[in-house]
């Protein structure tokens, strides 16, 4: 019984990781129809920048998340505007080998200067704390802020999108960017700013995920494709759909991975099929407007 | 109307000069490359092997990607079903490599008729990831197959390995070493491959099935609205595809003779690779991904004792071709010298009589 809760709270808290890594990736496809194929080697970029910062600078995990996001904003508006836009067009195919051959180039970048070595974030006493919940069930500190941290960054972004006027440019130019172009606003620069908004959550994630997991530059698909099922899952178009479909995710892979530990990956992609089959637009679709 | 006027007669035309003497070239070349095994070191030959299947399955990408529209990085799903295949055939069930071959090509035809449907759902550039989702649950899935091995992977013996099909004979005529012998065999089964295959892509395309998966790729609404069943031929084209990548990787295995999951369902070995022939040859032409293995060769020869460096700078080279000549080396050079060595548009020429 214990142990039964136990596995389901793991779950749902590893969800809130998923759900961080799937914002960014759905972010950009929603709103300039481009599928990021290094979005998961950018999170790993992310993990190391932070933690570059806090070995060579010398600051706290904190600060040094806050300038990681900060550059990867300002790296995602620069990918942007001096690569992604000159093949941004009619044919998915240009974008998209643009983006797998940036995650090669990123991977093996980090390889050379990182070597192959499993890396961590230390959060200090942080990391070891947790919450007794009851006899014999208790929860980290750490996966427990990483799942509000989905939950405040999903609110915010819902925010953003449906509470200013940056988000009402957002979804107009994901509606139709002709005719947002002719109502005065710059498609070039939403673009650009959407991209830095991913590369900056993407920092998010990868300080969430950094704490509770080693990491190596070989492991960026894998998140890749976790953000992916945490989307089709969730449902296309819908922020608190992708944020249940990261937990969906994190219950499957943890559910599996009780059963037997080499099945902890597997059952996740299972659990994306079986929704691929049951419910192709996903768990909690957005619905008309 | 006046009676001065000479009719005008339009006509289609496919050949050009350049395909002629491309075509007259290929009669010459392809005999010769027969005839290799006669004198070249095992070396070269297993390199060749290599060329020979990097292009089969470049072609194969180019075909599903570039005229099928769909763009999948998750081919090394049938080149791994492919080789597992063939692993079972002949270890579990004692066959002939040679029969094992286009078995595993069923099983991946197979595995990719279920799975098929189920991808097409996801829209346009998301069914690049779904076919990676699929290319990672199967390698997960053969990690877990422990008569081949599980996730460390296993070996063909040599004994299994001796009775195959043509092997004494080859040995016989060449005076050379049973596995010398067996490369060989590769050697022409992947020769026959590639050029069963290159043949087989300037057919389709050439067809009416061809152009119009080419007319619902500019506009589909279009396209559907003159009949073009899209759905289907796309449908029939990732079958037939994951077919024939299914036997070139029961193929390349069969060479190597040494298999696991991670190697046998490599994203880098059997996409990234092939990614980056057909983008620095020229996505959507036939000739593009020969001149994009050869750079392949050319680099893979000189470079890759360098590692990742190697791979960094093959995904840069990508990259930059990607934003500066996007229609690749043989785009460019076709659209600047008017080449075209295999005939696969139709131009309209006006005579005057």
């Known amino acids: 019984m214990i142990g039964g809760i136990d596995t389901l709270l793991e779950g749902m808290l590893l969800g809130g990781v998923y759900a961080l890594f799937a914002v960014g990736l759905s972010l950009i496809f929603g709103i300039m129809r481009l599928v990021n194929l290094a979005h998961g080697d950018i999170i790993v970029l992310g993990a190391y920048l932070i933690l570059t910062a806090m070995a060579a600078v010398g600051v706290s995990l904190g600060v040094a998340t806050l300038l990681t996001v900060v550059a990867m904003f300002l ?9 992604l836009e000159r093949v941004l067009g009619e044919d998915i195919l240009p974008p998209l080998l643009v983006t797998f051959g940036l995650s090669i180039v990123l991977q093996n970048g980090l390889l050379l200067i990182f070597g192959a070595d499993s890396r961590r974030l230390q959060a200090g006493a942080f990391e070891a704390t947790s919450i007794n919940l009851a006899p014999g069930l208790s929860i980290g500190l750490a996966p427990l802020i990483a799942l509000l941290t989905a939950i405040v960054v999903v ?74 099922e945490a989307v089709i899952i969730g449902g296309l178009g819908s922020l608190w759909g992708t944020l249940a479909g990261g937990i969906v995710l994190g219950l499957a892979q943890t559910i599996g991975g009780r059963i037997d530990p080499e099945w902890q990956i597997l059952s996740g992609h299972l659990a994306f099929l079986i929704v691929l089959i049951l419910r192709p637009h996903g768990l909690f679709p957005a619905g008309r407007r | ?26 009669a010459i070349i392809v005999p010769l490359l027969f005839l290799v095994p006669a004198v070249a070191s095992r070396n070269l030959l297993q390199d060749l092997i290599f060329v020979f299947t990097m292009l089969a399955l470049a072609q194969l990408w180019n075909v599903l990607a570039g005229w099928g529209g769909l763009i999948s990085v998750g081919q090394q799903a049938f080149v791994g079903l492919g080789a597992y295949a063939l692993f079972a055939g002949v270890t579990l069930i004692g066959l002939d490599p040679l029969l094992a071959i286009p ?11 279920v799975l098929g449907p189920l991808m097409f759902r996801l829209e ?49 005529l060449f005076e050379i070493r049973p596995a010398a012998a067996r490369d060989v065999i590769v050697y022409w089964i992947a ?52 077919f024939v990548t299914g036997m070139v990787g029961a193929l390349v295995y069969l060479q190597k003779a040494r298999i696991s999951p991670d190697a046998a369902f490599s994203v880098v070995d059997w996409t990234a690779y092939v990614l980056f022939v057909v983008v620095i040859g020229g996505v959507r ?69």
């Open chain 2, 1 to 26: 109307m006046t009676g001065d006027h000479q009719p005008i007669v339009w006509r289609v035309q496919s050949a050009t000069k350049s395909s002629r003497i491309a075509a007259i070239a290929a």
């Open chain 1, 75 to 83: 790296a995602g508006f620069a990918l942007q505007r001096l690569v």
């Open chain 1, 155 to 228: 609110a915010l972004l819902q925010l953003l999108f449906y509470r200013t006027l940056l988000g009402r440019a957002f979804r107009a130019t994901a509606d139709n960017p002709e005719i947002a172009q002719l109502m005065g606003i710059d498609q070039r620069n939403i673009y650009a700013f959407a991209v830095g908004l991913s590369l900056a959550v993407s920092a998010i994630a990868a300080v969430t995920f950094g704490i509770r997991s080693n990491f190596d530059p070989s492991i960026g698909p894998a998140r890749l494709l976790y953000a992916f």
């Open chain 2, 191 to 242: 020769l026959l491959l590639v050029l069963g295959i290159t043949f087989a892509i300037y057919l389709f395309v050439r067809s009416r099935l061809g152009l119009g998966l080419a007319a619902s790729r500019d506009n589909n609404a279009a396209a559907r609205s003159v009949g073009v069943r899209t759905d289907r031929i796309r449908y029939w084209l990732w079958v037939i595809v994951a």
């Open chain 2, 285 to 353: 032409t036939i000739e593009g991904p020969v001149i994009g293995v050869l750079v392949l060769w050319a680099l893979q020869f000189n470079l890759s004792g360098y590692g990742s460096l190697y791979l960094l700078m093959l995904g840069l080279i990508a990259i930059l071709v990607m934003l500066f000549m996007q229609r690749g080396i043989w785009g460019s050079a076709a659209a600047r010298w008017d080449l075209q060595f295999f005939a696969i548009r139709k131009l309209l020429i006006r005579d005057e009589q």
């Open chain 2, 124 to 172: 346009g550039p998301y069914f690049a990831i779904g076919s990676w989702v699929v290319a990672e649950a199967l390698r997960l899935g053969c990690a877990q197959f422990k008569p081949l091995g599980g996730g460390t992977g296993m070996s063909l013996s040599s004994a299994a390995l001796a009775d195959m099909t043509g092997t004494k004979a080859v040995a016989a």
């Open chain 2, 103 to 113: 078995l595993a090509g069923c099983l991946a035809a197979l595995v990719a008729a």
